[in-house]
């Protein structure tokens, strides 16, 4: 198998951390990474090998994070709480969906 296809998702979690203060925010004081490693603990207990949950630097979108972006289709979602995670896992991730409720830009 080609590293080109041993993924079929690529996942990139900003956990970018801004100065306090900064008027758009950052993914990281929104519980960023927290939410980031229950995305790969979740998709690891289920088997997903062909999933890739990468952090990321700045993905540009402060004020809505945290903000995840899913490649190839390049996807984006914010991401609030857990249940989130467990939904774009179960809808995208494995069932190749894009979860709609989720999406940061619709």
């Known amino acids: 198998m080609s590293l080109s296809n041993k993924y079929k998702y690529h ?4 956990t970018n951390k801004r100065e ?8 990281a004081e929104k519980a960023a ?8 603990i979740k998709t690891k207990e289920i088997g997903l090998t ?7 630097g700045c993905l540009d979108k402060c004020e809505f994070g945290p903000t995840v ?7 984006w979602y914010t991401i609030k709480s857990e249940k ?9 991730l494995v ?3 894009p979860v ?3 999406l940061a830009f619709s």
């Not at 990474?33 to 790969?40: A, G, P, V, Y």
């Not at 972006?69 to 996807?75: G, L, Q």
């Open 84 to 92: 989130d995670i467990e939904d774009i896992i179960k809808g995208h």
């Open 95 to 97: 069932g190749g969906t």
């Open 20 to 27: 306090d203060g900064h008027p758009r925010g950052c993914c």
């Open 11 to 14: 996942v990139f979690f900003c």
């Open 50 to 56: 062909n999933v890739r949950i990468n952090t990321s």
């Open 100 to 102: 709609k409720k989720l």
């Open 33 to 40: 990474l927290k939410l980031r490693n229950i995305m790969k």
């Open 69 to 75: 972006v899913v490649y190839p289709e390049a996807v």
